[in-house]
């Protein structure tokens, strides 16, 4: 008999395939805070640059959403997770720090360490 | 429950049942615990928190009109702490309240006045702001005075629990709390049935019925007017209690008496045209039960229940007895009939009524009442003013010589006398219905089934091997219950009685106030009332409507026959749907 | 990482932060002999100077200790031995390389957060457990939610557990409501399960109102599943089959995201007939408040979903016995509701393990006001509000000195600094003179009136009373109006005593919580900073130059004359000739500020 757990498990592994066929094992995931909070300081801006970037032909990136992690005085927060290297979350970006993460960090591999959290 | 617990009361034990309220089972054993708020026929609120007790082990006092007893359950009623508590509250309460005792209408009657009288306080230490709201004067019954309001919420659960008429709600927040009906309408436009209810229910002055005893005075003494009184059948029944007397007290020749000495050149009552009434209805329905009209007929007596209907049962219309009120019957027989067979001009005569009700000060300025071109009931005050006025002007209603009232419209059989109590308005039309339709007099005159306090009451009467279903409801609440079953079942009955007022017309919205230590709307108060008028109609020779001489002789002058041309003209109206600004009716929900 | 810290002394120059578990099971499993290890190591490898090593408390992973965690990057190791210390420093803090056989993977719901936040003064010392996939999923996508556990505690029950088994695993976690009062959630859950009625309902309380309090906010936000996937398990334990959600209007964005999550939970089988095929059927509606702050108390949220206006209703009957429409209702707040899925998979002997003797899990703060990092922290029941304050809050801007902290919202209570190794737990608030509440903590510094603040908040409780009972509706305002008048520098003798006599009146005689409360801010503070209150009415005078109309600006002896004073002022309340010290008229002056913020030689005092 197919318990509940059974169809979640199946469930589960579904989800993941879909998350993986959006393009999650690239080799940068970018994550953009996009609560209220987040967007009232101006996360949806930013996020339209990384969409913009990706929609420019930048390759290789999972770009995504999440909630906040609660830290309100450094937000927008966009967090980068690169495979094999430990992750990195950058605070307060502004649109044109949007930009020059997508051009140092995402295109050429540099982390801009001053504006790391 | 006959489950029987321990419980102690300021340090003693008593067994007392479960299943019952802290202060229920004080009350039983002679504790009164001042309250404002409760009043045992609306639900609980636990909002004036002036009945708190102190429960052992509980954090906080306690709302003893709410909190159930509990077995070992250890109270006290009286603490220093307690009643200082208790007596800050009612001193908040002083702070926003006009303290205008002297010249408040309420003055001496007052729950609030009795609670801090009771409370002692002689200082106050937490003077400030005090809210302030227009009167609402734009009702031709009922006036609300947010100023006096101490938001204890009756009125709220009178409106909307026991009538169902859902007019009035607290608005705002906090200090700004206010009392109003649906987005601050004016009390004349909202769906305000004019019942009254409300008044009785208030502990203060923040409602009242719209006073018209100056202008009554003025017009008393005016000599070119004929000044013409009429008084409603529970008014006698209550209005001794506006003097003090245990309620049930026949006041009729002492009233008649007064009114005379008031300046009434003629005192008649509106008893002999609750006989004309019957006539009229009693008739009707026969027609309708025999000529296949719109049945259930329902009657049409109340006020208050006219305007529920037009707002709320619109589609019940039909269904509506086209009689007019006694009250508005009189007043068009006397701007008519009477008025020549004493060779007046009818706009000479002033047509007061005193009435146990609020709403009647509504019907009478409803036009399609209106006879010949004119108001046909000038001024209706209610039994508390016309005990003031009685009172106001030094007339002694208790040591009055009683006399009886004025012919033609004086006369009145037992069956017009009962139409002041729920169930009275149907046995006295059963009686004449019987004969009419019969030809045969009804020996049991008394139908049991139909008396009494229940909310929705039944009964069925053989006539002629028909069946005839009967019901009867009073409150509005009651009334909306079983319109509802009627909407679901018209066949269910053949003639309904609505009353609009808990009891009838003895727990009219102008009946005195609670006298001290008593409850405004005490069951055993409107029985007591009940009771005085079914002795009346016990001690009367004539106990059905169509024996009464003069109404006999009234259709022989004037009416010709129930149901004719001139009693339509002088004795029937029409209705028509009402929909208050900006409310939607129930029936388009 | 020094730009964005600007102000901040945490500036930290170590490459490295070690943070050991310091728990009594791990300290019993030689975490001590670890660190002294660590130590040497690091030495040993010449990494002196670039490693800093932290101490947590007890993280709730006992059987996977000692536990070291290395950050950047939050690489948890776990049965550390004092003898793998010197192959993690060399293949992890020197090669890059971390030692994969002692990682361990994603065995606890709660501890994935750490793994990708690097911020380890901020979250180090939190432990996130209702917030667990705050900022980690797409909130809006389902897919992220099922691929991190989610809607597995669901399954579990419905495979493994009886209704009985679920609400005893609750009452075994020692679970209590996080809305404030603190009761034992397990014993709600049984009470409304023991009740025989054809329809009972479930309900989640996201009424959130306090001033500054966003937490479950963020937590819908976040991870609306959570809220979801607790309300279904809590109608399979109770037998329900219906679940509302009671949320202000206010929030559109989370109302935005639970709609989301709804309609997709409903596509996958997970709410509506037969959840995940079986035969339990509950399905969620949302139902929207007008943003009054009293619908946040149960009775008057019923209310309000009744269709009536919001107010209090005495209890008994309790909502478990006779709630929504007269049937038996559970309602729990947002972050109750996180938690059952945890309880649920952990087990509720694990969440028992976190927290102290009478308070069980985690509790989840909006830390604001004078502090360095603001923000939302969930830390485990028992942090001392010393560590909240300087180690996660980083201390206060400019090293100034700690005055109070005010917790639980409006209606909580100041305390001075000798509480603050206060364990937070609701008896150790409540017994310091301050409540749990719903997680508001505001840290006060010097420069706040404890006057002003006590007349903040009740002039916001007064305002939201629902005007339904006495004490609430007259009381506060009364209370309202004796502040104003301190403030104002019209305090009497005798008003300390009135608001004293009439907040505990309140407290002891209003109908429903927000009025029980509403008082304790002030008393409070009379309490701890009474001699502040006796400044405002006898000396006219408040000491952290806040409330205007005691203020009195003067000019001291660096006044050049230079008359930009002079030029600002609204009232020609200052008067002197050029290049002469000027001066200020008392009784004309406003106390505007104007010249104060004007004069480039700090030349006028406030006083």
């Known amino acids: 008999m197919v318990t509940p757990i059974d169809i979640i498990k199946k469930k589960r592994a579904q989800a993941v395939n879909r998350i993986i066929s959006k393009g999650y094992l690239s080799t940068k995931r970018v994550y953009v805070g996009m609560a209220t909070c987040e967007i009232a300081a101006g996360s949806k801006e930013v996020m339209a640059e990384f969409r913009q970037a990706i929609a420019n032909g930048l390759t290789d990136v999972y770009l995504s959403q999440k909630g906040c992690a609660g830290r309100c005085n450094l937000e927008p927060t966009v967090e980068v997770v690169e ?15 949007a930009r020059e993460i997508i051009e140092r960090h995402l295109k050429k591999g540099e982390v801009i360490t001053e504006w790391l959290i | 429950m006959t489950d029987k617990i321990t419980i102690h009361i300021n340090n003693k034990e008593y067994q007392v049942d479960l299943g019952q309220t802290i202060m229920q089972a004080a009350d039983k054993l002679g504790f009164h615990i001042p309250r404002l708020c409760y009043h045992p026929k609306l639900s609980i609120e636990g909002a004036c928190r002036v009945c708190i007790v102190e429960v052992e082990g509980a954090r906080n006092y306690v709302a003893s009109c709410a909190f159930p007893v509990s077995d070992g359950m250890k109270i006290h009623t009286n603490t220093q702490l307690l009643r200082k508590a208790r007596r800050d509250i009612i001193e908040l309460i002083l702070d926003n309240h006009p303290l205008d005792c002297h010249t408040c209408e309420r003055d001496g009657n007052c729950e609030l006045q009795r609670l801090a009288a009771s409370m002692g306080i002689r200082h106050r230490h937490f003077e400030g702001e005090k809210k302030h709201y227009e009167k609402d004067l734009s009702s031709d019954a009922v006036i609300r005075d947010p100023d006096k309001c101490i938001l204890c919420g009756r009125c709220v659960r009178m409106c909307s629990e026991i009538q169902q008429v859902h007019n009035l709600t607290q608005a705002h927040r906090g200090f700004n709390t206010v009392v109003m009906p649906a987005y601050n309408m004016p009390m004349g436009d909202s769906v305000c049935t004019a019942c009254g209810q409300c008044i009785n229910v208030c502990p203060t002055a923040a409602f009242l019925e719209k006073n018209y005893t100056q202008e009554l005075f003025e017009k008393l003494n005016d000599p070119d007017l004929i000044k013409v009184a009429q008084f409603a059948p529970s008014v006698r029944a209550a209005i001794g209690e506006a003097f003090g007397l245990e309620p049930g007290r026949n006041m009729e020749g002492e009233l008649v008496a007064a009114l005379r000495k008031l300046g009434f050149d003629y005192v008649f009552d509106t008893q002999f045209a609750a006989d004309l009434t019957i006539m009229e209805e009693g008739s009707e329905f026969l027609e309708r039960f025999q000529n296949g ?54 706009k000479k005569i002033l047509s007061v009524a005193v009435m146990c009700c609020t709403a009647k000060k509504y019907e009478a300025a409803r036009p399609e009442l209106e006879v010949d071109g004119m108001r046909s009931t000038d001024i209706v005050v209610t039994t508390r003013e016309a005990a003031w006025m009685i009172k106001s002007a030094g007339i002694d209603l208790l040591g009055i010589e009683p006399e009886e009232p004025d012919h033609p419209l004086g006369v009145s059989s ?86 609009g007022c808990p009891g009838g017309c003895v727990g009219g919205g102008g009946q005195p106030y609670a006298q001290v230590n008593t409850i405004p709307l005490d069951d055993e108060a409107l029985k007591k009332r009940a009771e005085a008028l079914y002795d009346l109609d016990r001690a009367k020779t004539i106990r059905r409507s169509h024996d009464n001489p003069d109404v006999q002789k009234l259709y022989k002058e004037f009416l010709h026959s129930p149901l004719s041309k001139v009693s339509h003209k002088y004795l029937h109206t029409h209705y028509k749907k009402k929909t208050p600004v900006g409310i939607v009716p129930k029936t388009q929900l | ?188 859950w049984e009470f409304t399960a023991n009740q025989k009625s054809d329809e009972k309902y479930v309900i989640c309380n996201a009424d959130e109102g306090d001033p500054g309090a966003f937490m479950d906010r963020s937590a819908i936000e976040g991870d609306p599943h959570t809220v979801l996937e607790g309300m279904v398990i809590a109608g399979y334990a109770i037998g329900s089959r219906k679940g509302i959600i009671y949320i202000r209007a206010e929030y559109p964005l989370a109302i935005a995201r639970l709609e989301k999550a709804i309609a997709a939970a409903r596509e996958h089988g997970l709410l509506g007939d037969n959840i995940l095929d079986s035969d339990f059927s509950f399905d969620i509606e949302i139902r929207l408040g007008a943003g009054a702050f009293v619908c946040g108390e149960e009775t008057a949220l019923i209310r309000s979903i009744e269709g009536a206006r919001g107010m209090p209703r005495p209890r008994p009957p309790y909502p478990s016995v006779s709630g929504l429409f007269g049937k038996p209702t559970l309602i729990n707040n947002v972050e109750t509701w996180a938690n059952i899925p945890v309880i649920v998979l952990d087990g509720g002997d694990w969440f028992n393990a976190i927290g102290t003797e009478t308070s069980k899990g985690t509790k989840v703060f909006a830390l604001a006001g004078k502090v360095r990092n603001t923000g939302l922290v969930e830390v485990p029941m028992g942090t001392t509000l010393r560590k909240i304050v300087y180690d996660i809050g980083g201390g206060i801007p400019n090293d100034k000195p700690f005055k109070a902290i005010q917790t639980g919202g409006p209606s909580g209570g100041c305390l001075p600094a000798e509480y603050l190794d206060t364990q937070i737990d609701y008896e150790s608030l409540a017994k310091a003179g301050s409540i749990m509440g719903s997680g508001g903590m505001i840290v006060i510094d010097e420069d706040s009136c404890m006057v002003s603040l006590a007349r903040f908040f009740i002039e916001f409780t007064q305002d939201e009373s629902c005007g339904k009972c006495t004490p609430c509706r007259e009381g506060t305002k009364r209370m309202l109006e004796i502040l104003t008048r301190i403030t104002k520098g019209n305090g009497k003798e005798g008003d300390i005593e009135k608001l004293q006599r009439l907040g505990r009146m309140i407290q002891k005689s209003s109908l429903c919580g927000l009025g029980q409360s509403a008082p304790n801010p002030i008393l409070s503070t009379i309490k701890n900073f009474r001699e502040e209150y006796e400044e405002h009415i006898r000396e006219k005078k408040c000491r952290a130059g806040q409330c205007a109309a005691l203020l009195s600006y003067v000019v001291n002896d660096k006044c050049v004359g230079c008359g930009a004073c002079k030029r600002v002022c609204p009232v020609n309340a200052v008067e002197g000739t050029r290049k002469e010290k000027h001066r200020i008229l008392e009784d004309v002056c406003i106390r505007c500020g104007q010249c104060y913020d004007a004069c480039k030689f700090d030349a006028i005092t406030k006083a």
């Open chain 1, 83 to 97: 495979e094999g290297k430990i992750p990195v979350k950058y605070g307060k970006v502004t649109s044109e720090r």
């Open chain 2, 293 to 346: 009209g719109t049945l259930p007929m329902i009657t049409s007596c109340s006020s208050a229940w006219m305007k529920c209907m037009e707002q709320f049962y619109p589609d019940l219309i039909d269904n509506i007895s086209t009689c007019k009120s006694p009250m508005s019957m009189q007043s068009a027989i006397t701007k008519s009939h009477f008025a020549n067979k004493i060779d007046v001009d009818p």
């Open chain 2, 414 to 499: 037992g069956a017009g006398a009962i139409f002041g109590t729920t169930g009275g308005v149907m046995e006295a039309a059963i009686r004449t219905a019987y004969e009419l339709y019969t030809g045969e007099t009804l020996v049991d005159i008394e139908v049991a089934a139909i008396r009494g306090l229940k909310g929705i009451k039944e009964g069925k009467i053989n006539i002629d091997g028909k069946e005839i279903r009967v019901a009867v409801a009073h409150g509005l609440g009651n009334a909306c219950k079983l319109l509802d079953e009627v909407r679901r079942d018209p066949d269910k009955y053949h003639f309904i009685e609505i009353m």
């Open chain 3, 1 to 188: 990482m020094v730009d964005l810290r600007k102000g901040e002394q945490h500036v930290n120059d170590q490459k490295y932060k070690l943070t050991l578990c310091d728990g009594p099971t791990c300290i019993h499993n030689r975490s001590r002999e670890i660190r002294e290890s660590i130590e040497s190591e690091i030495e040993k490898q010449g990494l002196s100077g670039q490693v800093s090593i932290h101490l947590s408390g007890c993280l709730g992973m006992c059987k996977k200790g000692p536990i070291l965690i290395v950050n950047p990057g939050y690489v948890m190791y776990g049965q550390v031995q004092p003898e793998d210390i010197p192959a993690i420093i060399k293949s992890h803090l020197v090669e890059g390389n971390p030692v994969a056989g002692k990682v361990i993977q994603e065995d606890h719901l709660y501890n994935r957060f750490f793994r990708i936040f690097g911020d380890v003064d901020f979250f180090g010392k939190q432990m996130r457990i209702t917030l667990r996939n705050c900022g980690i999923i797409d909130p809006e996508n389902i897919d992220d939610y099922l691929s991190v556990r989610g809607y597995e505690a669901l399954a579990k029950v419905l495979t493994e557990m009886k209704p009985t088994d679920v609400v005893a695993e609750v009452k075994k976690s020692g679970l209590r409501g996080r809305g404030g009062a603190g009761f034992p959630t397990g014993l709600k």
